[in-house]
C-alpha cells in the first residue's frame, strides 16, 4: 500500500534557484540560507520517497489570465524546467508517475474536488527550486532527480484565492487517495510558497517575521487556527504575495493531526522573501 | 445550514464575509489587490508581458517595442509605461507582478530593483529596508 510517510515545506524564489544555478550559495549573502537547508537534505535522503507530490503555483508558465484553474494536477509522464522569462533551470527532466496521478484524480474527484488535469505541463520555479534546495547538493547541483513527481497547482495569482479551510482538506483529500493506492509507493508531500513577502506596489519590501514565527509554530500545534485566517488577514500579515501560505495547508492537510517537527529554518531574506523550510513527520 | 440558519446564529453571510475580505486588502497602503476587477484592467499588458516567456517573442519585442506592443493592443499609456519600465505604473495600471516581472526580466532587472523603484528608492535604500526585517 502507499504511504504519506512526511511533509516537508519551504519558500521558493526564482533567486534561490538563481544562486544555486550561477554556483554563488557560498556567496556571504547566500551562505547562511543555504546552510540552513543542509539538515533538510538529509531528511529526505534518508526517507528515500518513490513519489513527491509538489504543492506550487504556476507564476505565468502554463497558466495566464485566460484560463485560471484554482486547483490543478499533472498526469504527465515528465516535466520539464519551463522558461518565465529568463531562459529554463539547467535542471534534469522530472520523471512523473501517470498511473498514480491518474488514481489521485478519480480519488480527488470522487472527494468532490474538481481538479484540472495537465496531460502537458512545464514547471516553474514555485516547483523547481523547492526540488533543487530538498534533492540537490549542498550547491543544490543535481545529475538526477531520486524521485518521481506529481505537480499540484494552487491558484495563488488571481483573486479569489482557495479558501484556507479548503486548501487543508484538499490535503486530507490527497491523504485518503494515496491510502487508498494499491502499490507499495512511499509519497513525501512538498507544500511551497511564502513565508511573508510582497512584490506588487509601494508596499513591496514587506515581510513580516513575527507572523512567519506563529504560522511555524501552528503547523504543528494548532493547524486548524490557521485555517480560520481569511485570505484578506493572510495578505496583511504576510503580503499581498505571502498569501501563498495556504499552500503550506495542504501538505498540512496530508498529516495527521499529531505531527513532529523534524527541523526548522528560517531566514530572513532571500531577496524580498522571508524565507521559511521545515521537515516534519507524523506522531 | 441554511442562509437562515446562518442570520439566527450572527454568523456574516458569504456576501458579508468576501466584503470583508476585499475591504482589507483594498485597506493596506500600496498594495493593489490583484481581483477580477483589476485583472479586467489592463488585460493587454499582462497578456504582452506572459509572451515574453517564449524567447523568439523577446527577441521581436527588443527589435521594436512599439510594434510588438502594438500587437496585444497596449493603450498609448500603457506602451509608456513598458519603454520607461515604469514598475509601478504598470502595477497601478492592472499589470500582475509576475507578468510584468517578466519584463523586468528582458534587461536582467532584478526584483529587488522594481521594488525600489515601486518604493521610490535607490537599490541601496531598498535593500536596507529588507534588511531591516533581519533584526526583528
Not at chain 1, 539538515?39 to 513519489?51: M, N, Q, Y
Not at chain 1, 543544490?140 to 483573486?159: A, M, S
Request: aromatic residues 10%.
Amino acid at each position: 500500500m502507499a504511504e504519506i510517510i512526511a511533509a516537508v515545506t519551504t519558500s521558493h524564489v526564482p533567486s534561490i534557484g538563481i544562486a544555486m544555478d550561477s554556483g554563488i550559495t557560498q556567496d556571504p549573502y547566500w551562505k547562511p540560507l543555504f546552510d540552513g537547508y543542509l539538515p533538510a537534505k538529509e531528511f529526505v535522503k534518508e526517507l528515500k520517497p518513490d513519489v513527491t507530490i509538489v504543492i506550487y503555483n504556476d507564476h505565468g508558465l502554463e497558466v495566464f489570465l485566460d484560463r485560471v484553474p484554482t486547483f490543478g494536477i499533472g498526469a504527465a509522464a515528465q516535466y520539464l524546467s519551463g522558461d518565465e522569462g529568463w531562459g529554463p533551470r539547467p535542471i534534469p527532466p522530472f520523471q512523473g508517475d501517470p498511473d498514480l496521478s491518474w488514481h489521485l484524480i478519480e480519488h480527488l474527484v470522487a472527494q468532490e474536488f474538481d481538479m484540472t488535469m495537465f496531460q502537458e505541463m512545464e514547471v516553474d520555479h514555485g516547483f523547481t527550486v523547492p526540488m533543487s534546495v530538498f534533492f540537490g547538493g549542498p550547491a543544490g547541483e543535481i545529475e538526477e532527480w531520486p524521485t518521481r513527481v506529481i505537480p499540484i497547482t494552487v491558484n495563488t495569482i488571481q483573486f479569489p484565492l482557495p479558501m484556507p479551510l479548503r486548501c487543508f482538506k484538499l490535503g486530507q483529500a490527497i491523504r485518503k487517495a494515496v491510502d487508498a493506492y494499491p502499490k507499495d509507493t512511499r509519497v513525501l508531500i512538498m507544500g511551497t510558497g511564502g513565508m511573508s513577502h510582497q512584490l506588487q506596489g509601494e508596499r513591496s519590501g514587506f515581510m513580516k517575521p513575527d507572523f512567519d514565527r506563529m504560522f511555524l509554530d501552528k503547523m504543528v500545534t494548532d493547524p486548524m487556527a490557521l485555517t480560520k485566517i481569511p485570505n484578506g488577514v493572510f495578505m496583511k500579515e504576510a503580503g499581498h504575495e505571502g498569501a501563498e501560505l495556504i499552500m503550506w495547508l495542504v501538505a498540512r492537510g496530508a498529516m495527521n493531526m499529531d505531527i513532529e517537527e523534524v527541523y526548522q529554518h528560517y531566514h530572513v531574506s532571500a531577496s524580498l522573501t522571508a524565507a521559511g523550510l521545515a521537515c516534519y513527520r507524523n506522531k | 445550514m441554511s442562509s437562515s440558519d446562518e442570520e439566527a446564529a450572527g454568523e456574516p453571510t458569504i456576501s458579508e464575509r468576501i466584503e470583508e475580505d476585499k475591504r482589507l486588502a483594498r485597506s493596506l497602503e500600496g498594495t493593489y489587490l490583484f481581483d477580477g476587477t483589476r485583472s479586467q484592467k489592463n488585460y493587454p499588458l499582462n497578456k504582452m508581458c506572459m509572451s515574453l516567456t517564449k524567447r523568439d517573442n523577446r527577441a521581436a519585442f527588443a527589435a521594436d517595442e512599439a510594434a510588438y506592443c502594438a500587437q496585444f493592443g497596449l493603450s498609448e499609456e500603457s506602451k509608456q509605461l513598458v519603454f520607461d519600465r515604469d514598475w509601478i505604473g504598470m502595477i497601478r495600471s492592472g499589470g500582475n507582478i509576475y507578468y510584468v516581472f517578466k519584463l523586468a526580466s528582458i534587461n536582467h532587472t532584478s526584483m529587488q530593483h522594481v521594488g525600489a523603484q515601486q518604493n521610490s528608492m535607490t537599490l541601496e535604500e531598498f535593500r536596507a529596508k529588507l534588511n531591516a526585517h533581519t533584526s526583528k
